[in-house]
């Protein structure tokens, strides 16, 4: 088994064989986890949120869901949702210029960043950063179509699993949104927190 920590605020990449399963625990709970796949012999196919929505028929990943990639191959089956499904796979991973939009002044750490260090770890150039599946967001669309995200209620030791359908680079992301926006929760009020990725 393979245990990577990743820290508050950064990125790790795992390799996750086809069978293999993945676990993604947020330890002090309420903690973003962006989360990408890409294909290991060909990065150019990665996990797909949109092409997923219309086989799947739901905008959340669910336990038993299996989430395919934008050539609409199958990549991951999430066996076990530890979350009681507060996740999404709407919002795009944050950048530097969306914490600019915000008013931040100065470099911020971002999702998108910690993908391309991680990948480049690898060998990886990431030209385009793929909609991430967003584990542990309390984000969700209201019946008139507005897009709220109220405080995180993320418990604890909360995780999900997946399994590898085929042989996977896997990118977990400890979000680093830590701004104060009215009606825009993250991450809990204490800031981002580690995440725990597990590789059996
Ligand atoms: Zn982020």
Avoid at 25 to 43: E, I, S, Y
Avoid at 105 to 122: F, I, T
Avoid at 156 to 181: N, Q, R, T, Y
Wanted: charge should be negative; charged fraction near 20%.
């Amino acid at each position: 088994m393979t245990v990577v920590t990743v820290p508050a605020r950064e990125g790790r990449a795992v390799h996750v064989q086809e069978g293999q399963h993945l676990r993604i625990t947020t330890p002090k709970g309420a903690q973003a986890a962006d989360f990408f796949a890409f294909n290991a012999h060909n990065v150019n196919e990665w996990l797909s949120a949109n092409h997923t929505w219309v086989t799947t028929f739901c905008v959340k990943p669910r336990e038993g869901d299996t989430l395919i990639s934008r050539f609409r191959r199958p990549m991951v089956t999430m066996v076990k949702d530890g979350a009681e499904g507060v996740h999404d796979m709407l919002i795009a991973a944050c950048d530097q210029f969306r914490y600019e939009f915000f008013g931040h002044k100065g470099p911020h750490a971002s999702c998108s960043e910690n993908l391309c260090v991680a990948m480049r770890r690898l060998g990886h150039i990431v030209d385009v950063i793929p909609q991430p599946i967003n584990f542990f967001t309390n984000t969700r669309v209201e019946v008139d179509g507005r897009l709220v995200s109220p405080p995180n209620p993320v418990a604890p030791g909360a995780f999900v699993e997946m399994k590898a359908l085929m042989d996977l680079i896997c990118v977990v992301s400890s979000c680093p949104f830590d701004l104060k926006v009215d009606g825009w929760t993250i991450n809990a009020g204490q800031g981002p927190t580690e995440l725990l990725v597990e590789v059996r």
